[in-house]
């Protein structure tokens, strides 16, 4: 499956080195993140050494090399959020879904980040849960959203 | 050369145009602090470490400055320490400074630099932010140690692997302060692509790559590297008698500086504690005792069955021993196998003693295996093979044997055909990547896929077993294409015409129905052949190792004689696998050839050998390796002497070499280690390494290479020349009585002297396509073929522990689509099951081998029991690269199904 979208990826490119980036965002576009599959298979293709291809992809913060949750959960930390209680708010997340700040779980239900600012300054402190965005959040908001979400114990993944 | 004048810190200084401002410096005892600078790489400018300041004021990096006439450069002054110092502190901030625990204390580049600057690491630690964590030391590597903390992201090691090593194991990963020096996935460095070779380890400037437990050597001896046939020029660094640490030679053209890791980490198996160091005999026991003697034998895991000990005795009363028996087997009823590892002079004693002492021309060794297609190839062709004394390139027709391997640097063109260069002769293949680099176009002709195929301009994969075809067509579209140099094969070649004609044979449909591969591919890949001057081809067992190995070669040097390249020394280059295996054959450890390949049916020669050695010699040349075998087993040959080889285990079919050895009524193994076919022995003599002796080994380039004794002789042992000059002695013949290796040598030279000269026309071979002897049929579908695996050298690299624990396990590769048909999934346990026998091993699915094709490692040399093999009528060799098998599965587990789905995915990177 993987494997087969990798390929019909490279075939729309010509091999060369400069394409190492777009590929790499095409390929986590369409997989979510960067298996270490298919790194081998586009270091193949361009001719590079694979650990040329790591360390671009370990260098961008957009690349991951593992896995995301199926429910993103980004924790605003801009400075109107912080004043007004994001570090109270990510605790609280943290201890509801069992994951520190850039985990992801191991059954690959939640990926726990952090933002700079989501730019929804006005209704700080916010977060984002997937594509939808939390505003006015207090510590009981935040534990009524993950109530009961928080069973996922097994082997957490650092990022 | 043109000469500048600059002035460094007020000293007028005249250098090179070109160099840098830190080379001039550094030429000229001028300190200027650096760190990412190394003298064997390209200059980087990464550390800012090396900072000067120009007249001009202005502050450059003096790695990449070159040097301009009047130039006026400050090392030092308070300017430029300004720039300086707040560089080195927070490289020093992130360092693990505690020097006096560190391997690397007194060597360090960064406590050079902080004593030169004159840096406070205390109040550092105070002002700055130090990192938080200690990062996890890399271990995983058996000869060095990667520790993080210690890296100061010169980025050496980086530049190094690429541009020496050429394998780019490791790179920088990460970003900003979380970046550090990553493997592929950030993985340990003994699961990454590394091939352990060292050369980064040996260019830290600092603790972040050490040699576990390095000692320092009191003094260097010369030696070459006792493995593979490259003859890397290496400096044992000896301390108390023992190898403590093994160097390169920088100024050998062989190696220029670099070793793999067999070279640098492999020198241990000298002081195994298995080495053979007394004489021992067989004996028969009534009841079990004498266990002590056993030990080499168990620590080798070798039973010797039932009551049969051996028990260890004297040199006397060995030697005496085996006086008294060789003395019932004189002539055709013995046999010595020599050694392709032993020194040239140890050779030349034992064909000697066979020839001159026991009166026997069945004399040979394992480069019988392989080796043999070439020398039948080139001596029919009128091509020199052997031994030259001078070491000069004449560079006139025809070409010399041997070349000075610095030329490969100028090929036009490299085509390489069926050998893994980069495992088996590592240095060669760094060799042959560099000259890639300098504008050679690459051809590989190989089954499956290896290194060189990766960076090949043309890969062409015919199926196992029809190279011949697939190489003459090429030939064909030289001729056709006229692609030939006429006026070259008009003057040289006796034979043109009739070859043309054959050639036509192999039109490119036709080739390619034969072998698979595309026309075109072809077709190109001859004319980029032709185009390339000069032209080098280098070559192994994928091309000897067939029932038609010598017309294999024949096929390979019909493309050079084509394209006249066969004018350049570099031209042609068969591979030797071992150390010594083309000086073996020089000395004359064949069966047909005295030394230097002089026919020992001739009668002429026979008498000229007979007037120089002072004896009468056998008139009818001996048996080859295998035909020892079958003699033996028809109880014709009832004395073997059999020196540092293990043909119980080299040679197919296992099970018949065994059944022979066992027939046999005298064996005399003689080794530095107890092997499989010592069992079988009635007297096991204990001989010196490499290390432990003088002498010269012959290359594959045939270059002679001289070697200094570094060690006493371990124990007991004894060079091999001295057992056997000792033991002819005994059997009162004369003509031995050799004090060390130089008269030995002297001799040999003396001898090579009065041999007449020949040298010819150059000769085409027209030849016709054959299949191979064991193909494909519905039962046997798929073809196995075996690859070396770069840790694993015969029993010296299995007596190094480090070496043990790099080499991959016992596999066989198989294509998932061909798992699939045989219901195979990745890491189970198989069968191979072939025409002549079967073995069990673990399968691995990897998409890089082709359809059709397995591939099984040697390890053990296993495959050996799934061969019957033809013999290539014309050199003895048999066929042992390819043999026809169908694979089953032993029993099925639904845990592993699983796991193989994810990890057929993953292949091997």
């Not at chain 2, 060292?198 to 050490?210: D, K, T, Y």
């Not at chain 2, 010699?617 to 035909?627: A, I, R, S, V, W």
């Not at chain 2, 020196?643 to 059944?659: C, E, F």
């Amino acid at each position: 499956m993987e494997e087969e979208f990798v390929d019909r990826i490279l075939a729309s490119y010509k091999g060369e080195r400069n394409e190492l980036v777009p590929i790499l965002q095409e390929v986590q576009e369409n997989l979510g993140y960067l298996p270490e599959k298919a790194m081998i298979d586009i270091a193949r293709f361009l001719g590079v050494p694979g650990s040329h291809v790591y360390s671009v992809a370990s260098f961008y913060a957009q690349f991951r090399t593992l896995p995301l949750g199926k429910t993103r959960v980004a924790v605003c930390r801009g400075t109107a959020c912080h004043i007004r209680g994001a570090p109270l708010i990510l605790h609280e997340i943290e201890d509801a879904i069992h994951l520190k700040e850039g985990e992801t779980s191991g059954d690959l239900e939640y990926t726990l980040e952090t933002v700079a600012c989501i730019g929804c300054c006005a209704l700080a402190p916010c977060i984002k849960v997937n594509m939808d965005v939390a505003g006015d959040m207090t510590p009981e908001k935040a534990k009524e959203l993950f109530k009961g979400n928080g069973n996922s114990n097994g082997g957490n993944r650092g990022e | 050369m043109e000469r500048v004048a600059l002035i460094i810190d007020g000293q007028e200084i005249r250098t090179r145009r070109g160099a840098t401002i830190l080379e001039t410096a550094l030429e000229n005892k001028i300190y200027i602090p650096h760190l990412c600078y190394h003298p064997d790489l390209k200059p980087a400018g990464a550390c800012r470490v090396c900072l000067v300041e120009l007249d001009s004021g202005k502050i450059v990096t003096s790695c990449r400055t070159p040097v301009r006439e009047g130039m006026v450069v400050k090392t030092k002054g308070p300017e430029l320490d300004n720039v300086r110092r707040p560089v080195i502190e927070m490289i020093v901030a992130n360092h693990h400074m505690d020097c006096r625990n560190c391997l690397k204390k007194g060597q360090c580049a960064l406590q050079k630099i902080t004593a030169y600057m004159k840096i406070d690491k205390k109040g550092i630690q105070q002002d700055l932010r130090l990192p938080v964590t200690g990062l996890p030391v890399d271990d995983s590597n058996p000869f060095f140690i990667r520790d993080h903390n210690k890296c100061v992201l010169c980025g050496i090691c980086v530049r190094t692997c690429h541009e020496i090593a050429k394998v780019s194991a490791v790179d920088f990963a990460g970003r900003g302060d979380n970046s550090k020096i990553a493997a592929f996935g950030d993985r340990a460095i003994a699961a990454s692509q590394c091939v352990s070779c060292g050369e980064c380890v040996i260019r830290c400037p600092v603790g972040a790559l050490v040699l576990r437990n390095p000692e320092k050597p009191l003094q260097y001896i010369k030696s070459v590297c006792p493995y593979c046939g490259v003859g890397c020029g290496i400096h044992l660094g000896v301390r108390d008698d023992r190898i403590v640490h093994v160097r390169a030679d920088a100024a050998s053209t062989v190696n220029s500086g670099n070793l793999c890791v067999k070279g640098r980490f492999g020198i241990g198996f000298v002081h195994s504690p298995d080495r053979l160091k007394e004489p021992m005999v067989r004996v028969t026991l009534k009841q079990r005792s004498a266990p002590d003697a056993m030990r080499p034998l168990k620590n080798a895991g070798i039973r010797v069955s039932g009551s049969e000990h051996f028990r260890v005795a004297s040199w006397e009363e060995a030697l005496g021993l085996v006086a008294e028996n060789l003395k019932k087997y004189k002539r055709d009823e013995f046999a010595l196998i020599a050694s392709t590892r032993c020194t040239n002079e140890d050779d030349y004693v034992a064909q000697k003693f066979a020839r001159v002492v026991m009166g026997s021309n069945h004399i040979d060794t394992s480069a019988r295996l392989y080796y043999s297609p070439n020398i039948a190839a080139f001596r029919r062709t009128g091509k020199c093979v052997g031994f030259i004394p001078s070491q000069e390139d004449s560079g006139g027709f025809p070409g010399a044997a041997g070349h000075n391997p610095e030329q490969i640097e100028q090929a036009g063109c490299i085509l390489v055909a069926g050998a893994d260069i980069s495992r088996s002769h590592p240095v060669l293949g760094l060799k042959i990547k560099n000259s890639v680099d300098h504008g050679a176009r690459l051809l590989v002709i190989s089954p499956n896929e290896n290194d060189l195929c990766r960076i090949a301009e043309k890969w062409l994969t015919p199926y196992a077993g029809t190279e011949l075809a697939l190489i003459m067509g090429m030939c064909n579209v030289i001729v056709e294409k006229e692609l030939f140099d006429s006026a070259f094969t008009g003057m040289y070649c006796r034979n043109f015409e009739e070859f043309r004609e054959s050639a036509g044979d192999f039109s490119l449909g036709r080739v390619e129905r034969i072998t698979g591969v595309a026309r075109d591919l072809i077709e190109e890949s001859a004319r980029i052949y032709a185009a390339g001057k000069p032209a080098a081809i280098f070559w192994g067992s994928g091309i000897t190792q067939y029932a038609r190995g010598t017309d294999n070669v024949h096929a390979l040097i019909n493309l050079a004689i084509l394209t006249a390249n066969i004018k350049y020394s570099l031209a042609l280059n068969p591979l030797s696998e071992q150390s010594n295996a083309l000086g073996a054959c020089d000395m004359g450890c064949l069966p047909d050839y005295y030394l230097c390949y002089q026919p020992v049916g001739d009668r002429d020669i026979r008498e000229k050998m007979e007037s120089l050695w002072d004896c009468k010699l056998n008139p009818d040349p001996g048996l080859t390796l295998t035909e020892i075998i079958d003699a033996a087993l028809a109880e014709r040959i009832k004395a073997l002497y059999i020196i540092g080889s293990d043909p119980a285990l080299t040679v197919a079919p296992s099970k018949k070499v065994q059944a022979a050895l066992k027939k046999a009524k005298f064996i005399i193994f003689q080794d530095m280690f107890i092997n499989e076919t010592a069992k079988y022995a009635h007297v096991v003599l204990p001989a010196a390494s490499f290390a432990e002796k003088e002498g010269t080994l012959i290359n594959t380039d045939g270059k002679t290479q001289a070697m200094e004794r570094a060690l006493e002789p371990a124990g007991n042992s004894r060079p091999d020349w001295a057992i056997m000059s000792e033991l002819a002695k005994r059997m009162q013949s004369k003509g031995f009585e050799f004090g060390s290796a130089d008269d030995i040598l002297s001799e040999i030279l003396a001898v090579i002297g009065n041999l007449p000269e020949r040298i010819g026309r150059f000769k085409l071979f027209p030849l016709q396509y054959t299949p191979p002897a064991d193909t494909t049929d519905t039962d046997y579908p798929v073809i196995l073929t075996s690859e070396r695996d770069l840790y694993t050298d015969s029993v010296m690299s299995e007596k190094v522990e480090g070496m043990r624990k790099l080499r991959t396990e016992e596999y066989v590769f198989i294509n998932p689509r061909d798992a699939d048909d045989f219901d195979i999934s990745d890491g189970e346990t198989v069968r191979i099951i072939s025409r002549h026998g079967a073995i069990e091993t673990e399968a691995r699915l990897t998409g890089t081998t082709p359809s059709g094709l397995v591939v099984m490692n040697r390890e053990k040399e296993k495959i050996n029991q799934l061969l019957n093999p033809v013999l290539d009528a014309i050199s003895g060799t048999p066929e042992t690269k390819i043999c026809a098998v169908r694979l089953e599965k032993i029993r099925r587990s639904k845990k592993r199904e699983k796991r193989s789905k994810v990890s057929a995915a993953g292949g091997h990177v």
